[in-house]
């Protein structure tokens, strides 16, 4: 392989066997006629850099790959919108306003009173729980079992729900 033009012609026989890879990569002809082109411009390009009496084939196959893997970086970066302004959280509300009922169908003292109505084994991990205590200082401080405190929580929540919800 002394000319360009001797290397050329081996890199054109060589094509045919891109094909399948390049179908394997991205499904349009098009799109694979173009990979084929740019990965053959590439090697022609870099002729100086493949030795001879190696594989001619899976060193066009570690161009096409990496030029296919440049080109889907390339097509994700441009795709990605970054939204510079400030956070408005209220921009595109228009007219989906949702109203906050619970403000004004419950007051303060209904919901005290629901608490205070729930067992005593209920009640405390709970307001624990609501006080900001993790599960596992609720547990080692009443002295019970970290599932005991999850399913005792939930079940004060499940009942706080029915007796709100009746309010």
Not at 56 to 77: G, P
Not at 131 to 136: E, L, T
């Amino acid at each position: 392989m002394n000319s360009t033009s001797d290397f050329g012609h081996i890199l054109q026989e060589a094509a045919a066997s891109l094909r399948p890879f390049a179908f394997r990569m991205v499904k349009d002809k098009e799109a694979v006629d173009d990979l084929i082109q740019e990965t053959l411009y590439k090697a022609l390009n870099n002729k100086d850099k493949f030795s001879a009496g190696t594989n001619l084939k899976a060193w066009l196959y570690t161009i096409m790959k990496n030029t296919f893997i440049s080109q889907y970086q390339k097509n994700s970066r441009r795709q990605t919108f970054v939204d510079t302004t400030e956070n408005q959280h209220f921009i595109n509300s228009g007219e989906r306003i949702a109203y906050n009922d619970a403000l004004s169908n419950l007051s303060t003292q209904e919901i005290i009173d629901a608490i205070e109505s729930l067992a005593e084994h209920y009640r405390v991990p709970f307001l624990m729980y609501y006080r900001g205590f993790k599960y596992q200082e609720i547990a080692e401080r009443l002295d019970i079992p970290i599932g005991t405190v999850k399913n005792r929580i939930h079940i004060a929540r499940k009942q706080l729900k029915e007796k709100l919800s009746k309010a």
